[in-house]
């Protein structure tokens, strides 16, 4: 039960998953020291450094830890890999004295680091790819459903909904390169001791057959990681920064559907809306507001998780020389509160994208009251094409152009075909039936819906890998 009566944060309890939640934990923390203190018995164990006896006590311990005594312990020691250490060896009475041999605080830290962070991406990613999986759904649907497209919010030219659908999830899909390959690139320290160089384990392992190398990949073994070549007392705080780019990148885009869902679901363009349960209360003065919270949640969170990577970018900016310690208390807040609202954000998206409401009426209305004026530039080059003066033909179709506007803007529908129809400098160079086909939306779409079907595909071929 979370104790209200303190200050929480609303990562703890509101926003992102248990399972997330769970990753970033301080008890999944120790646990994972303790699963690396094991790995590094084990590897010694193999050269003799630990007894068999030993390493079977601190396996028979690994889980048993108790974060209350670690906490007690700091108020004394002021280390926090110390004192879970030394808790750890009360339990352990065989094997205690041998746990942590040659290794220096960052070997057991930022390898388990690296291991909750590549678990945690796991975890995004497969959320990406449900969220990139829902717009695939809605590409394909709606690739030919012509809708009004704009510009500076001003109505431009008719479009489709499944290629607006296209736009956010060409997005999400360099995002899901991005994520795989920092997946690729992130590693662990390994074991390299104080200042990089390994001469603690040179020094361990001296009079044996086993090099400090070796040592490190029998460990790295044991907890399927990977180690950089070169590290100073820490891994490269690069990776920090990258991770959180990718996160921000992804954040990036699932706001700007968000926002534009906001923006469709306002009455003045009235086509799509955020799913509304019958309970829900958009306002406590208000009854009837339907306002968009749920989007305007991911947009209010996408923006905490973009502030973010100039943090790591100063840490590893300003961590100087082999190491100093000023990331540290940063770290304990970017990292996991990245990954939790990135989490939320991605899950809220699921439920954004899979319950929208599509309101094809409205959309057929914001067709027909703004599409004919996207006809004018086809009108000029089929009337030139036939003989007409261009400049002249221009003047002609502003001056029905402003017209037609003066009635949309009074509320009362389009009359630009009519006026069209009605002009006698048009009408010498273009019939109705091809001032008809001009004005017919399906002609102003271009190629949009079969460029929007190749990008399903690529999301059903590049989310099956």
Not at 94 to 115: C, M, R, Y
Not at 308 to 330: G, H, K
Request: one cysteine or more; glycine letters at 6%; proline letters at 3%.
């Amino acid at each position: 039960m979370i104790n209200f009566k303190t200050y929480q944060s609303p990562f703890s309890w509101r926003y992102g998953s248990e399972k997330m939640r769970g990753i970033f934990s301080e008890e999944n923390k120790y646990r994972t020291w303790r699963k690396l203190w094991v790995a590094l018995a084990k590897a010694q164990n193999s050269t003799g450094l630990v007894s068999t006896e030993e390493l079977k006590d601190l396996e028979k311990n690994v889980d048993d830890f108790d974060i209350g005594r670690i906490l007690e312990i700091e108020k004394d020691t002021n280390h926090d890999v110390v004192s879970a250490l030394k808790e750890f060896s009360e339990k352990a009475k065989i094997g205690g004295g041998k746990i942590h041999l040659g290794a220096t605080s960052q070997d057991i830290v930022d390898n388990a680091e690296t291991l909750r962070n590549k678990e945690a991406l796991n975890i995004i990613e497969e959320k990406l790819i449900s969220v990139l999986k829902l717009l695939e759904e809605k590409i394909s649907k709606y690739a030919d459903h012509a809708c009004m497209g704009y510009t500076h919010l001003q109505p431009a030219e008719p479009t489709t909904l499944g290629y607006r659908f296209a736009f956010y999830a060409q997005d999400l899909l360099l995002d899901l390169g991005q994520l795989r390959f920092i997946k690729q690139t992130i590693k662990g320290k390994g074991l390299k001791g104080a200042v990089g160089t390994a001469a603690s384990y040179s020094a361990l392992l001296k009079g044996t057959t086993t090099t400090p190398a070796q040592l490190e990949e029998k460990f790295l073994k044991d907890l399927d990681l990977d180690a950089v070549l070169i590290s100073s007392q820490v891994n490269p705080r690069k990776f920090d920064y990258f991770i959180l780019s990718s996160l921000a990148s992804i954040a990036s885009s699932i706001s700007k559907f968000a926002f534009d869902l906001r923006i469709m679901q306002s009455p003045g363009f009235g086509e799509w809306s955020e799913p509304f349960g019958k309970k829900q209360v958009g306002s406590s003065a208000m009854p009837f507001k339907r306002n968009p919270f749920t989007s305007e949640k991911v947009c209010s969170l996408a923006r905490y998780v973009r502030s973010l990577p100039p943090v790591a970018l100063e840490n590893a900016s300003v961590s100087l020389l082999e190491r100093t310690l000023d990331d540290s208390a940063n770290k304990r807040v970017i990292m996991p509160e990245a990954f939790l609202a990135t989490d939320d954000i991605l899950e809220t998206a699921k439920k954004l994208i899979g319950g929208m409401v599509i309101n094809e009426n409205k959309i057929m209305q914001n067709l027909n009251q703004y599409a004919p004026f996207s006809a004018t530039e086809l009108i000029i080059i089929e009337s030139v094409k036939k003989g007409a003066d261009r400049q002249e033909t221009h003047e002609v179709l502003r001056e029905i152009s402003m017209k037609a506007w003066e009635e949309v803007s009074n509320g009362n529908p389009n009359p630009m075909k009519d006026l069209l129809l009605s002009d006698q400098t048009i009408n010498k160079y273009l019939n109705k039936k091809e001032i008809e086909e001009l004005l017919d939306v399906k002609s102003h779409t271009g190629d949009a819906p079969e460029r929007a079907k190749k990008l399903a595909e690529n999301i059903k071929n590049l989310c099956s890998r």
